[in-house]
């Protein structure tokens, strides 16, 4: 059993880590895109993967490479979940596409998941973000 020295201690310690927390879960998501550093929110679109082996992963597509395609396409390196990633690639097609507003649907690269020794890949299906403007509130009649 604790003692109430004890638990103080220890409670202070997870009092001081907690703020921490989203900057560390944070700084394991990554891209392929060099103008985005770890850690910073995805300018872009950031989907979500189809959940399988239990988890899911998300990916951020710049609009960078919506508006100006790549020739040969690109490729985007998932987000670090179960210590590993996968990797999607869009062609420039799939990226004016996305950009028009039309959803594409790809396969990320088959990754063996360390937890559960399973190779498994997830689907992705792209959109580009609406931005909505915020109505404001009605104005009082006072």
């Known amino acids: 059993m604790l003692t109430r020295r004890q638990l103080l201690r220890n409670g202070s310690t997870v ?14 998501s990554s891209s392929d895109d060099p103008g985005t550093p770890a ?3 995805c300018a ?6 189809t959940v399988n082996a239990g988890h899911t992963h998300s990916v951020c597509v710049p609009n960078a490479d919506m508006t100006s395609p790549p020739a040969a396409g690109a490729t985007y390196t998932s987000s670090n ?3 590993h ?3 999607i ?4 097609a799939q990226l004016t596409s996305i950009a028009a507003g039309q959803s594409v649907t790809v396969t ?3 990754a063996v998941d360390p937890l559960n020794q399973t190779a498994h890949t997830h689907d ?6 609406t931005t909505t403007t915020p109505t404001p509130p009605p104005q009082s009649g006072w």
């Open 85 to 87: 990633t996968h990797a």
């Open 15 to 28: 009092l001081v880590l907690v703020p921490l927390l989203p900057a560390v879960l944070q700084a394991c």
């Open 81 to 83: 979940d179960g210590n």
């Open 108 to 110: 990320s690269t088959s």
């Open 44 to 49: 872009g679109t950031d989907p979500l993967s």
């Open 39 to 41: 850690g910073d929110t």
């Open 124 to 129: 992705w299906t792209v959109t580009k973000k």
């Open 89 to 92: 690639t869009l062609t420039a």
